[in-house]
């Protein structure tokens, strides 16, 4: 019974974080078409390696809790009642955390002084590209959010 539990409970978590297909192109956000977006030249001055915090929603703690309450399951009367539904309190927070974990991304605090001399900093994601100090780099801002792309000649 624990088992068809905790197998039934896997397997919900898999079909709901679904499949992304890749992609040989670069993929924008849908807010990102079809709005103005300056670009402003400069030069990375510092570099430092940080986490873009993860997701913590309803999966990770539905998926403990059940997890969890099953685990917990065994006992008999109102002990073995305490003891189920502690273990989904339990499950739950874990499972929470297990999902802020899984889902965090690396990322770059990116330091840069523009050509105007002011200086920007940006927090993105490495997947879009590593920077090193001294790179010439192109910062694109519009709509509330900045990236920051290489500069090309």
């Not at 992304?20 to 709005?35: C, E, G, M």
């Not at 670009?39 to 997890?67: D, H, P």
């Amino acid at each position: 019974m624990k088992t068809t539990l905790l197998l039934l409970a896997t397997g919900a978590v898999v079909v709901a974080t679904g499949c992304t297909f890749p992609s040989s192109r670069r993929t924008v956000p849908a807010a990102q078409a079809n709005t103005l977006q300056r670009a402003e030249l400069g030069t990375v001055t510092s570099v430092r390696e940080v986490n873009i915090e993860g997701s913590k929603g309803q999966i990770g703690m539905y998926g403990g809790g059940l997890i969890g309450g099953a685990a917990a399951s065994g006992g008999r009367g109102v002990g073995g009642a305490v003891a189920q539904a502690g273990g989904a309190v339990v499950g739950a927070v874990v499972g929470q955390a297990v999902e802020e974990v899984a889902t965090r991304k690396r990322a770059q605090e990116i330091n840069i002084r523009l050509d105007d001399g002011s200086t920007v900093t940006i927090t993105q994601e490495s997947s879009t590209g590593l920077f090193m100090d001294g790179d010439r780099v192109r910062v694109i801002n519009g709509g509330g959010s900045a990236r920051v792309a290489m500069a090309t000649n």
